[in-house]
């Protein structure tokens, strides 16, 4: 309706009415033609209803402005409400627009990704296909044609055919050593012709004038299986050795120089006649009469090459065997073989063992002695020398395959040594793509969890020298199979995975954060291309390395991760985590390695409440937590201290929940006092096979109130963590959680590597030692005692040391260990003491 009114000259004085509404004057009264008198009857009532209607015309006119007040407030509140909507939708527009830019870069690096995969799948190929036709080319050329430049695996090849050739040529050089070898001995000398020896009296004639029928022919038979035998063991010698070491000793066998041979010739007849052989029979004499003995038989041609090989090679082993010969059955074996074969070549096996001196008739002998005419050597024939050398490069084989056993002996010594050392050492993870998880916004001052944490705790490590006594391994991304074990698969290929186009359908799980970057809530940041890939290498980490020291491989060890895992539960992130580490390397060594007791010690000053999610009705997993609690007004808010489990897993969830604030706040005495009466004793009582810390560093002082506000200082956790290595014979991994302070977080980090390398830690400070608890650390120590009395009996004995200090609580307990001491020994005393009585006899009465 139309509220517009006529404006009134004697209503201009009226104000203008607020929010732009048209001014409405009151409406003018009627006019009198006749001149106001007072002494006219009848006035005053007139004028009292002229007011009246005045009035209520005001108030009517009031009536419509309060309406259209109103209306135009209702107009404003709809116009308000309509562009939040719209700033809402432009806002979701805006934000659907960023994503789209972001698959849309995501997929163009993926693009490129395999663009360049592609490429360098190509440049293999045709850098292979050149190898081949390079290598078919040379394969296919003539050969007389010259090749300009050798490719490197021809050179390889014709490496490996020269050293093949060296080695056949040696075996050859070993295996055809008999004097009647075309191969070995010069075309100029007489076949049939020995050499005359060192020795020898006998002038040398003529070679027209020497008889063939005085002396023995030099070719060797088929029929002679000894020297088949001799050099079947000299190639199997030969075919043992692997070090080039010993290929290089064989160079002068190989080159077969005169000098040289004639050298080892010498030598070698000089020790055989040292040894106890005539200079007569030297070992070119020896294969004479073996070649000329064809009655001989196996067993004695058997016999004689086993002696001559032992004295050749060893004389100890030699005089061995003849100690053994003279002792054993074995000799109605030799007087068989003597009265068997009345030859040269049992008189000379004889005389060489050392039984020479028993009678045997040896008429050949003899008259080979008497009737032999050597023959002048002539300087074209070195056969004695190479068959010396032969002796000598057969003796230097031993000896080299002796020093290849010693040296594959000291080496498997060594890989023991250096796999014991190994065992022994501490194992630290880490890898800088974690340091990829950041917020898209690129200011990490408002994010307490950032790339730093992790990269000042390496440094520190590596600054101390603690990183080079400890076993560095890189981490691996967990796959989504492990990352399963815990969380549900929805979840897991939420934030496990990369492509965008899953989350997109999903997008209300992730909100804009006030920095302007993207998160899961208010502080846990989220970057599309990296976090997913760090959040997997986090978990993976962890893995790779509790089963390291799960399977005795490494002693123990710290995982340098982020982001941090304790808080994740099956299918929501929070506080910082997205996949929960611990709990899926716990789940990870039930599932593989059967390991029937783990326990979990979460000492971060957040409960872990995805870790108690995880194993809450599990009893073979123990899980104990000490915490920042509050009476739940501290994140997450859960971890009561009557949290102890369900089903059953009752009894195997322990909150050491610390109630009470600031007031004040705790500190080392009252983290000290939990682990001596909750923690250790329950964690003995359980024995577990692993132990598995949750390591968050937000207790340190140097974290305010919201991250932390406890005042323990860094070297507390190397006492924490040096009681832990008491339990599971040493096997303890720590996994970095919370913590956000650089400088707390680094002193304590190195405090626990100091103390996992088994290095001697700083006393306690005696004020520390002295201090009691205060009065809320002991309220809820005691709230935890009666919560978990009645599933474990050890915490019985603890409770009656809550209120006392470190000092005083070692005091009762060495009392308490030499009163049972004393009244053990008064035990055996008492016994002993029965003993006696009872063995001696009592006294017989005097008869009356």
Known sequence: MDLRVVDHPHHHHHQQPPFGLVPQPHPTPPTSTACPTSSEPGRGPVINHQEQHLQQELVALKHKQQLQRQLLIAEFQRQHEQLSRQHEVQLQEHIKHQQDL????HQQELLEHQRKMEQQRHEQELEKQQREYKLQQLKNKDRGQESAVASTEVKMRLQEFVLNKKKALAQRNLNHCLPGDPKTQHSSLDQSSPPQTALSAYNHPMLGTYDSKDDFPLRKTASEPNLKLRSRLKQKVTERRSSPLLRRKDGPISTAKKRSLDVAGERCCRWLSSVGITATFTLFTCQQLISSSSSLSSSSFSFFCLC?????????????????????????????????NDSPVTSLCFSAVGLGGLPLPSPSVSKLVRGHRPLGRTQSAPLPQQQCGQAQALQQLVVQQQHQQFLEKHKQQFQQQQQQHIINKVCLVYDSLMQKHQCMCGNTTSHPEHAGRIQSIWSRLQETGLRAHCECIRGRKASLEELQTVHSEAHVLLYGTNPLRQKLDLSPMFVRLPCGGIGVDSDTIWNEVHSSSAARLAVGSVVELVFKVASAELKNGFAVVRPPGHHAEESTPMGFCYFNSVAIAAKLLQQR???????????????????????YADPSVLYMSLHRYDDGNFFPGSGAPDEVGSGAGVGF???????????????????????RTVVMPIANEFAPDVVLVSSGFDAVDGHASPLGGYKLTAKCFGY???????????????????????????????????????????????????????????????????????????????????????????????????TVSAMASLSVANKHIGKRAEEEPMEEEAPM
């Open 308 to 340: 001559l090989l032992l004295l050749v090679l060893d004389g100890d082993w030699f005089s061995e065997l003849i100690k053994q010969l003279k002792t054993t059955t074995l000799r109605g074996s030799i007087h068989a073989l003597k009265n068997a």
């Open 653 to 675: 969830n322990v909150n050491m929940a610390f109630t009470g604030g600031l007031e004040p706040p705790m500190g080392d005495a009252d983290y000290l006092a939990a682990f």
């Open 102 to 105: 972001l698959a849309l870069k």
């Open 720 to 818: 924490l963590t040096r009681q832990l290595m008491s339990l599971a014979g040493g096997r303890v991994v720590l996994a970095l959680e919370g913590g956000h302070d650089l400088t707390a977080i680094c002193d304590a980090s190195e405090a626990c590597v100091s103390a996992l390398l088994g290095n001697e830690l700083d006393p306690i400070p005696d004020e520390v030692l002295q201090q009691r608890p205060n009065a809320n650390a002991v309220h809820s120590m005691e709230k935890v005692i009666e919560a978990h009395s009645k599933y474990w009996r050890s915490l019985q004995r603890s409770a009656s040391t809550l209120g006392c200090s470190l000092s005083e609580a070692l005091q009762r307990d060495a009392e308490e260990a030499e």
């Open 593 to 615: 390695l059967n390991v029937s007791k783990i326990l979990i010690v979460d000492w971060d000053v957040h409960h872990g409440n995805g870790t108690q999610q995880a194993f």
